[in-house]
């Protein structure tokens, strides 16, 4: 086999720590052709889509691309913005907030990246451009509070791909979940109560999680249980008895059953049981994205007022909010706490030289 080499690589090159931030991904535009490229990727991926391949390869090649693409393309085309999507452009916002932050607190010891799972910048390029930066330690950030095999274990799938192409991998550490971490806790209720403050209460407050096929959980996924422990957390730091909050999934695809209560069949039932208004939040979402801001904002709005409601609101992700960083960048401090770095690293490149090494 041969391994990847390090281009840029010297044996006098001071070793650096490295953070990688990444979150799902985007497609490049919102186009018909971008979006069949993004979600041959996303959908191609075993952790996504649990299917036997040859099936799967035939539904996928046959039929989905050939239909989803252009519908997903116009979503995407409403959500928009002159600096791409919006998932990028918080990751990159947040990725940015990190970086100062870990500026301030190690100087050039740390560097911080962003990648995304599927689409670009990709977790391989990323990596390539971290270790020939020096980095030689790597904390792994995967921006999904609560742990799926679908996205925090796939993202771990392709940092160790990459890893088994190189002939020099870093000591890595990898944040799996922080679906309980105070901090987070702490972060999404304030958002509520700051939202409470100016709109008032509502009948009932929704908590959204993306959803997964209900085998996933029975196969041994803990996201499931990991979602309901965020919403209990989050009910109990705001006071909140069992009937005034809903933990529910969205997202769904395909015809299995997935994890229930369904968000939209929630929101339309709800009207006749005498619940006139909702606020909406998602938890599990670190960044607004396509899934908030044109699902549920939009098209979920539309199904309980239609079917009776009076009012909806949807309470935004924490993006960059200060008490997010706040919490990520804790994260960060506790994975890096007993990490030095050797930045002279004359002897090595002495010993390196002498063996016929170049540099």
């Given at each position: 086999?041969?391994?990847?080499s390090?281009?840029?690589?010297?044996?006098?090159?001071?070793?650096?720590?490295?953070?990688?931030?990444?979150n799902?991904?985007?497609?490049?535009?919102?186009?018909?052709?971008?979006?069949?490229?993004?979600?041959?990727?996303?959908?191609?991926?075993?952790?996504?889509?649990?299917?036997?391949?040859?099936?799967?390869?035939?539904?996928?090649?046959?039929?989905?691309?050939?239909?989803?693409?252009?519908?997903?393309?116009?979503?995407?085309?409403?959500v928009?913005?002159?600096?791409?999507?919006?998932?990028m452009?918080?990751?990159?916002?947040?990725t940015?907030?990190l970086?100062?932050?870990?500026?301030?607190?190690?100087?050039?010891?740390?560097?911080?990246?962003?990648?995304?799972?599927?689409?670009?910048?990709?977790?391989?390029?990323?990596?390539?451009?971290?270790?020939?930066?020096?980095?030689?330690?790597?904390?792994?950030?995967?921006?999904?509070?609560?742990?799926?095999?679908?996205?925090?274990?796939?993202?771990?799938?392709?940092?160790?791909?990459?890893?088994?192409?190189?002939?020099?991998?870093?000591?890595?550490?990898?944040?799996?979940?922080?679906?309980?971490?105070?901090?987070?806790?702490?972060?999404?209720?304030?958002?509520?109560?700051?939202?409470?403050?100016?709109?008032?209460?509502a009948?009932?407050?929704?908590?959204?999680?993306?959803?997964?096929?209900?085998?996933?959980?029975?196969?041994?996924?803990?996201?499931?249980?990991?979602?309901?422990?965020?919403?209990?957390?989050?009910?109990?730091?705001?006071?909140l008895?069992?009937?005034?909050?809903?933990?529910?999934?969205?997202?769904?695809?395909?015809?299995?059953?997935?994890?229930t209560?369904?968000?939209?069949?929630?929101?339309?039932?709800?009207?006749?049981?005498?619940?006139?208004?909702?606020?909406?939040?998602?938890?599990?979402?670190?960044?607004?994205?396509?899934?908030?801001?044109?699902?549920?904002?939009?098209?979920?709005?539309?199904?309980?007022?239609?079917?009776?409601?009076?009012?909806?609101?949807?309470?935004?992700?924490?993006?960059?909010?200060?008490?997010?960083?706040?919490?990520?960048?804790?994260?960060?401090?506790?994975?890096?706490?007993?990490?030095?770095?050797?930045?002279?690293?004359?002897?090595?490149?002495?010993?390196?030289?002498?063996?016929?090494?170049?540099?």
């Amino acid at each position: 086999m041969k391994y990847q080499s390090q281009t840029q690589f010297t044996h006098k090159q001071a070793d650096k720590i490295g953070v990688l931030i990444t979150n799902l991904g985007t497609p490049d535009a919102p186009t018909p052709k971008a979006l069949k490229r993004y979600l041959k990727e996303f959908l191609w991926d075993p952790r996504v889509v649990e299917v036997p391949r040859p099936i799967w390869w035939a539904i996928l090649n046959l039929v989905i691309l050939n239909i989803r693409p252009k519908r997903s393309a116009h979503a995407y085309s409403t959500v928009w913005t002159e600096e791409g999507s919006p998932l990028m452009v918080h990751t990159k916002n947040q990725t940015e907030a990190l970086k100062q932050r870990c500026e301030k607190a190690y100087g050039d010891d740390v560097v911080v990246e962003f990648a995304m799972r599927y689409g670009n910048p990709s977790i391989s390029s990323t990596l390539d451009r971290m270790l020939n930066a020096g980095v030689r330690k790597l904390v792994v950030l995967p921006l999904y509070p609560q742990y799926c095999a679908s996205t925090s274990g796939s993202t771990f799938d392709a940092v160790a791909n990459d890893f088994k192409q190189r002939r020099w991998m870093p000591e890595l550490r990898f944040i799996s979940n922080y679906c309980d971490n105070e901090g987070y806790i702490k972060a999404l209720a304030e958002k509520v109560e700051s939202h409470w403050a100016s709109h008032g209460r509502a009948d009932k407050l929704i908590l959204s999680y993306h959803g997964i096929p209900k085998r996933y959980l029975t196969n041994g996924d803990p996201y499931h249980c990991e979602c309901h422990k965020t919403s209990r957390l989050i009910a109990e730091k705001l006071g909140l008895g069992k009937d005034e909050y809903m933990t529910t999934f969205q997202s769904r695809f395909g015809r299995e059953e997935w994890l229930t209560p369904y968000t939209d069949e929630t929101l339309k039932s709800l009207p006749e049981k005498g619940v006139k208004s909702v606020q909406v939040m998602c938890p599990g979402f670190s960044s607004d994205c396509l899934e908030t801001i044109e699902e549920i904002g939009i098209e979920n709005r539309d199904y309980f007022l239609e079917a009776g409601g009076e009012r909806y609101e949807y309470i935004e992700s924490l993006n960059s909010d200060k008490a997010h960083i706040d919490m990520l960048f804790s994260l960060i401090q506790t994975n890096l706490s007993d990490w030095n770095v050797e930045k002279d690293n004359k002897l090595r490149h002495e010993l390196a030289c002498q063996m016929g090494a170049k540099d």
